[in-house]
């Protein structure tokens, strides 16, 4: 190989940050060229103003920098024209149609709903962290904030107010924080703008464009973040994602656990399955190291005997119990999952332990069409 096309070799290895992929297969790699000890790189972006121009351009340099014999390097960045947007919208893809859902029943990616009866839970900064400490374990995570009155994803995993989606054409590229590739409605809205007043047929279409016109690649977990109770979004996921897993939290109180059976009841209704239960706000421990229940207890056990009494259905199992924990609420506020920011916090333990056991117990292949092509 000549000098140049170890550059070339190099800097095709780079990832685009956004479509987590190699730039050299993304056809982004222009003409590069070797004067002495300087390499001269042109590279092009997908769209004018990309969010992730700076840092592709910063890992371009300095991938053709680590080359040996390479002591200066000058990038040429350009844009990509319309019918090359086009042809990468189609490669992505993959010969699937335009906004074709890629969750359906034959998809390899391992949908799980994250649900509550009542709101106050907990449940969003739950599904935060779990989406982080999958991420961790080196599984490919996306999210979904559902929840369109009550988003609050964005903030609990620290993306900048504005942040949106990149468009190619007609894909949108969610953005990622903490390798957690995330889409909300909060993302969308006008500054100043901070509610949401929608009925059925807008959430319904709300939910269904996130699903279909978001470019989240190969997930091997996506998780959505459902609003509390059992209205129209439930209604409308149940319909798209009939084949979808549910996890059910509820906080130990009574008041809350008797609410979180019924989510259960009505996802089943929609054929989706109740893979366990996750105790919130369980008991803290004092100082002294008496514990104190200050939400009651035993609620996340009574959920899950209460959907395990189904004589049809799968024994439900209580995953998880996560102690009441100041330093999750702070993680949430500030917008440092916990799992990150604090690992031997007893409520990020405990949620690390949740993620394990969900990735361990995955969802079976039987009965499912692989997609496999013979040479």
């Given at each position: ?11 095709a290895?780079v ?18 060229t ?33 080359v ?5 390097v ?5 844009v ?57 374990q080196g599984?490919r995570?996306g ?21 949106q989606?990149?468009?190619i ?19 969308f ?14 959430l319904h279409?709300t ?14 977990v ?30 130990p ?16 209704q ?36 209460a ?8 024994e ?20 440092v ?39």
């Amino acid at each position: 190989m000549t000098l140049a096309d170890r550059v070339r070799t190099a800097v095709a290895a780079v990832s685009d940050p956004e479509l987590r992929r190699p730039i050299g297969d993304l056809d982004m790699v222009r003409d590069i060229t070797v004067e002495g000890e300087t390499a001269r790189v042109g590279i092009v972006l997908t769209i004018v103003g990309c969010p992730a121009a700076a840092r592709i351009e910063r890992d371009v340099h300095d991938a053709a920098a680590s080359v040996a014999g390479i002591a200066q390097v000058t990038v040429e960045v350009g844009v990509m024209t319309s019918d090359e947007r086009r042809a990468l919208t189609e490669k992505l893809r993959e010969g699937r149609p335009a906004r074709q859902m890629p969750f359906g029943p034959d998809s390899l990616t391992r949908v799980i709903l994250v649900s509550s009866g009542k709101g106050g839970v907990g449940k969003s900064t739950l599904t935060a962290n779990l989406a982080v400490s999958l991420a961790r374990q080196g599984l490919r995570v996306g999210l979904v904030d559902a929840d369109v009155h009550g988003f609050s994803i964005p903030g609990l995993l620290g993306i900048a107010p504005g942040t949106q989606p990149t468009r190619i054409d007609d894909l949108m590229l969610p953005p990622v924080a903490h390798d957690v590739k995330t889409v909300s409605i909060g993302m969308f809205l006008r500054e100043g703008e901070g509610a949401v007043a929608w009925r059925g047929p807008m959430l319904h279409r709300t939910v269904q464009q996130f699903l279909t016109d978001v470019f989240f690649g190969d997930l091997d977990v996506l998780l959505i973040d459902m609003p509390p109770g059992t209205g129209d979004v439930a209604i409308s996921i149940g319909q798209l994602l009939p084949h979808a897993e549910v996890l059910v939290v509820t906080t130990p109180q009574p008041a809350a656990s008797d609410v979180a059976i019924r989510s259960g009841l009505v996802a089943r209704q929609t054929g989706q399955r109740v893979i366990g239960v996750v105790e919130n706000m369980s008991g803290f421990t004092l100082p002294d190291g008496t514990v104190l229940d200050l939400f009651g207890a035993g609620g996340g056990a009574q959920v899950a005997a209460a959907l395990s009494a189904d004589a049809d259905a799968a024994e439900v199992p209580l995953l998880a119990s996560i102690p009441l924990s100041p330093t999750l609420r702070h993680g949430g506020d500030v917008g440092v999952p916990v799992v990150l920011d604090q690992p031997d916090d007893v409520a990020a333990q405990a949620i690390s332990a949740l993620a394990r056991d969900i990735a361990r117990n995955g969802r079976g292949l039987a009965g499912r069409p692989l997609p496999l092509t013979l040479n």
